[in-house]
Every structure is written in C-alpha cells, then in structure tokens.
C-alpha cells in the first residue's frame, strides 16, 4: 500500500516570495511522483512528473521538484511566486508496476498575497 | 475542444434515487477512470478501465458501477444514493500506463 503525506494544507504567501510545498510518501516499491495543479472549479492539470533519471525536473512555469529517495520526498519550489499560482496542489504517487492507479496526497492549498 | 467532458457539471438529487455522470474523451486515449474528491479535497481512485479490462477499487460500494461503451466514453451509474455519496467526481484518461492523466472538470453531487 501507498500513501502521500502533503505536511501543510495551506500556505499564504506573498506576490515574488519563494515557496516550497512539501510532499512526503511512503511505498514498499519503486514509484513515479506527480504533481497536479487544480484551479476553481476545473479538473487537474498535470505540472510536473519523475519517472526515471535526472532527479530534479521542472514545469515551463518556474515550478521545479526533487525525488529524494532516502527522506522519499519530492517538495515543490519555485524561486517567485504570482497572483496566478494560487490553486491547490496535489502530489501523487503510482507504483511502477501499476499503471496510473495514482495515490493523492490530501492537497495544499497556495495562496499568493499581492 | 475540451479533451475530457463531464456531464453533467452539477447533480442535485435526494436519497435513494440513481443517477448517471457521462465521460467522454476525444484524445484517442486508451484508458479511462473516476475519481471522487471529498469535501477536505481528499482524491481517491475509484476505477480504472482500459481495454475491456476493469479494475476497481475495493472500497468503491457496488452501488457505483462503470459502464464503457466505447473507448471514448466511460459513465458512472450510481444507484440508491447515500448523503456520503455527495462529492466531485472526476474523470479522467491517459493514453498508457505511466503517462500522465488528461482530467475532466468534474462533476459536483450533492444528495439531499
């Protein structure tokens, strides 16, 4: 079984601050890490993925996120925030072995503060 | 053109009664699921379907049941609905496994 710790429900933050949201799973086999984004009222959108290789990967909107395997975290960064980026986050995880039966972390909610 | 549609957007209804949410995708994808997000936003898997191939969640009660006609198209049927039921269900497809999910906007129930 799988689970997804997301540490903070919300963060406030203000406009061209940085930001990390954190992101904690637990699994007994090799995972894919997701993060989603979901506005008001619409579904989610995929922001970032690891699937293999380089441990870092990054959104085209600044957004970056990190696997670490030995603390198995992948928090979210990004160096300045905007009005625009305040949405719920969602980090997720599915086992290798089985497909995109994703496991959702419980959301944190971004506020950016002008 | 919306890749993943919900109908409808929202369904208010009161207890005991069925009721369906249609899904459709025009991506081509070959795999398609429902996923419910409670009331503290909590997403959970309810079932996947690829292929003819359906794999449900166990936890998922049996009054809620798939039905796939096409792959284009995977509508959740839920049936003698309960006040617990009341939630947004989403749809969603991805085109094999391990690629990312295309979501709908989904739908929101609320049981009365």
């Known amino acids: 079984a799988q689970s997804v710790t997301q540490l903070d429900s919300q963060v406030p933050v203000f406009e061209e601050a940085p930001v990390e949201l954190r992101c904690n799973y637990s699994?007994?086999?090799?995972?894919?890490l997701f993060w989603y984004v979901q506005y008001p009222n619409q579904g989610l959108q995929l922001l970032l993925k690891?699937?293999?290789?380089?441990?870092l990967v990054k959104s085209i909107n600044g957004f970056e996120a990190e696997f670490n395997k030995s603390q198995t975290s992948f928090h979210l960064r990004k160096p300045s925030v905007h009005i625009s980026d305040t949405a719920e986050y969602f980090c997720?995880?599915?086992?290798?072995?089985?497909?995109?039966?994703?496991?959702f972390g419980g959301g944190t909610r971004l506020m950016v503060n002008p | 053109d919306t890749a993943v549609s919900q109908t409808p957007k929202y369904l208010v209804t009161q207890m005991g009664n069925d009721k369906s949410i249609k899904c459709e995708q025009n991506?081509?994808?070959?795999?398609m699921y429902w996923y419910k997000q409670d009331s503290k936003k909590f997403l959970k898997i309810m079932f996947s379907?690829?292929?003819?191939?359906?794999?449900i969640n166990e936890t998922v009660p049996n009054r809620f049941s798939p039905k796939s006609p096409d792959k284009a198209h995977l509508n959740l049927h839920i049936n003698s609905l309960e006040l617990g039921d009341s939630a947004v269900y989403f749809c969603a497809s991805s085109p094999s496994q391990n690629s990312p999910l295309h979501f709908g906007n989904g739908t929101r129930l609320t049981v009365t």
């Open positions: 379907y690829n292929n003819k191939e359906l794999i």
């Open positions: 699994s007994s086999v090799s995972v894919y």
């Open positions: 997720a995880v599915s086992d290798k072995g089985a497909g995109n039966m994703l496991t």
């Open positions: 690891y699937l293999s290789g380089s441990t």
């Open positions: 991506l081509g994808h070959d795999t």
